[in-house]
């Protein structure tokens, strides 16, 4: 028996979109949420958020309450910010962390590494243990996690495969950027509250198919002909540009490059879907990193961040260059929004059929649907 995704499993010279309902209906949002985003390595914040020892954030993920933390050795956790005793919000807003996390509750106390530290008067009016409470069993609930590129990924079900593991092929094929990476300060931050659903970002990233009519400044000097497509099947996609342009200041001023880069990035840029919610790009002297927070079948905000070679400390005289350079993506990503909030409105045309695919430009953009597909179809056939 044939399934409602057969079509989208297809070649991409028949294949046919995701069906209307992966996108407007709040039961295949909740089926998206446990078999596409918990199953596997989801993007949900930024290192750069909690920069010091002690630095802890409250996150909303899909309305799982989660805690990012900084320990004292400068490495990041992921728990869940919920108290071991009653269940107790800890972190409700971003703050340091001095002593220990204590719950606001009954004072239950944890370290920075989530083990349980301190349990005042849990046997009764001054006694601080019971023979019953053993309180290395009621540590916080700790998330698989992994920072890359300072997206912190996690897998909340614990069901993936290691993230280097699974995405092994694409860290190859990046690893000459594997070397410091810098955030450019308060202007390289911003975010983009998108009337869309989430996949609609990623499909719209994925292709270059749209830039003479959605980018025509882009496509001035970058072209649709200077475009090849990246896709590996069930791994991640996007395109490349062979044409990319260095941004430079009105006195000549640029951005130092990475270190070592080979001369494939002297003028080329690569974009790249990170599935299943990550969009990622990487240039000779720049780079970012996109993590896409699902709210709901059509709300979906874009946290965008810049990144660059040096600390922005060590170039103050770049800092207007790196505004422009901030002004000039966050012109090109709202370009994109008519695009994937149009794409969503048209979703509730009922006579739809998910759509056709170019099989020459939209070979990136089949791919995440085929993964999705399969990764819905993994959910229902364990």
């Excluded at 699974?166 to 810098?182: D, G, N, S, T």
Aim: glycine share 10%; proline share 5%; hydrophobic share 35%.
């Amino acid at each position: 028996m044939q399934s409602a995704l057969s079509s989208v499993l297809n070649d991409v010279n028949s294949a046919n979109g995701l069906p209307n309902e992966h996108y407007i209906d709040p039961t295949m949002f909740e089926e998206e949420k446990r078999s596409v985003l918990y199953a596997n390595w989801s993007g949900i914040g930024f290192g750069k958020d909690i920069p010091e020892a002690g630095d802890a954030k409250p996150i909303d993920f899909l309305g799982m309450p989660i805690l990012l933390v900084r320990d004292r050795n400068g490495d990041i956790g992921v728990f869940q910010n919920t108290c071991r005793h009653r269940g107790m919000i800890l972190v409700d807003k971003p703050r340091k962390i001095r002593g220990a996390i204590r719950c606001p509750y009954h004072s239950w106390c944890y370290g920075l590494d989530g083990a349980l530290r301190a349990t005042p008067h849990v046997g009764g009016p001054g006694q601080n243990t019971h023979e019953d409470i053993n309180i290395d069993d009621l540590g916080l609930l700790k998330v698989r996690s992994f920072v890359w590129r300072d997206v912190i990924f996690v897998n909340l079900d614990g069901s993936a495969e290691d993230f280097q593991l699974v995405h092994a092929e694409l860290l190859k094929r990046w690893e000459e950027f594997e070397q410091p990476i810098f955030h450019g300060g308060a202007s390289s931050s911003f975010k983009l509250e998108v009337a869309t659903n989430w996949k609609l970002a990623v499909e719209n990233y994925c292709e270059s198919y749209h830039l003479p009519w959605v980018h025509p400044g882009l496509n001035s000097y970058s072209r649709l002909e200077d475009h090849y497509n990246i896709q590996q099947r069930d791994l991640y996609s996007g395109q490349g540009t062979l044409v990319y342009r260095q941004f430079v200041g009105e006195g000549g001023e640029k951005f130092p490059d990475f270190e070592g880069l080979s001369n494939k990035w002297d003028e080329g840029a690569e974009y790249i879907a990170v599935y299943p919610n990550v969009l990622l790009g990487v240039q000779r002297d720049h780079s970012f990193s996109i993590v896409l927070e699902p709210q709901d079948c059509g709300r979906t905000v874009e946290h965008i961040e810049l990144y660059y070679a040096q600390p922005a400390s060590n170039a103050p005289e770049l800092e207007g260059l790196r505004d422009s350079n901030a002004q000039l993506w966050k012109t090109v990503f709202e370009e994109d929004i008519f695009v994937v909030e149009g794409m969503q409105k048209g979703r509730h045309g009922h006579l739809f059929d998910g759509g056709r695919f170019s099989p020459e430009m939209d070979g990136p953009t089949h791919n995440f649907h085929h993964w999705v597909a399969t990764q819905i179809e993994n959910g229902r056939n364990p």
